[in-house]
């Protein structure tokens, strides 16, 4: 999963997800461990970020 240039750093992402899996970096990432991996392994890719981001920044479940 990856989060493109569109992403303006709301963190919407880190508040919906389920797995507390997205965290804003005081640097201006924002990064997506590896419990998301797990979460979608195991329930079937959950989308709930992908269908939260305000601009469409997330891809790639």
Request: aromatic share 4%.
């Amino acid at each position: 999963m990856e989060i493109d240039y569109h992403c303006f750093y709301c963190g919407t992402c880190a508040n919906v997800c389920p797995k507390m899996a997205i965290e804003l970096l005081d640097s201006g990432v924002v990064e997506i461990n590896m419990d998301c991996e797990q979460h979608i392994h195991n329930e079937k890719r959950c989308g709930i970020c992908i269908k939260a981001c305000p601009v469409g920044a997330i891809h790639g479940l």
